[in-house]
Nanobody, 116 residues
Framework: QVRMVESGGGLVQPGDSLRLSCVAS?????VGWFRQAPGKGREFVGS????????YYRDSVRGRFTISKDNAQNTVYLQMNSLKPEDTAVYSC????????????WGRGTQVTVSS
């Protein structure tokens, strides 16, 4: 069982930055970030491959959000810049065990609120 723990959420103003952290109990194939806004379904934000460091982002965050990792700390980061009110959501990280599996191991999430 892979454990994922997010941290770093909070209340910020539009245009501000925030960095989320996701600590994994072990490294897997990749780690994804997802978010769910009130009344909406969960959506993919981006992901990083643990071995080759390739990253993927949804169009609405590309150029504003950056995913990185720290191998020594088994930690994946989501750096969010130029935040907008529509970025308000619960952000969760999840681990993908291998290239053919789904994201099966989830953290509890951390709330990000962007409001003036």
């Amino acid at each position: 069982q892979v454990r994922m723990v997010e941290s770093g959420g909070g209340l910020v103003q539009p245009g501000d930055s925030l960095r989320l952290s996701c600590v994994a109990s072990e490294r897997t194939y990749s780690v994804g970030w997802f978010r769910q806004a009130p009344g909406k379904g969960r959506e993919f934000v981006g992901s990083i491959n643990w071995s080759d460091e390739s990253t993927y982002y949804r169009d609405s965050v590309r150029g504003r959000f950056t995913i990185s990792k720290d191998n020594a700390q088994n930690t994946v980061y989501l750096q969010m810049n130029s935040l907008k009110p529509e970025d308000t959501a619960v952000y969760s990280c999840a681990a993908q065990a291998d290239a053919t599996s789904s994201y099966n191991y989830w953290g509890r999430g951390t709330q990000v609120t962007v409001s003036s």
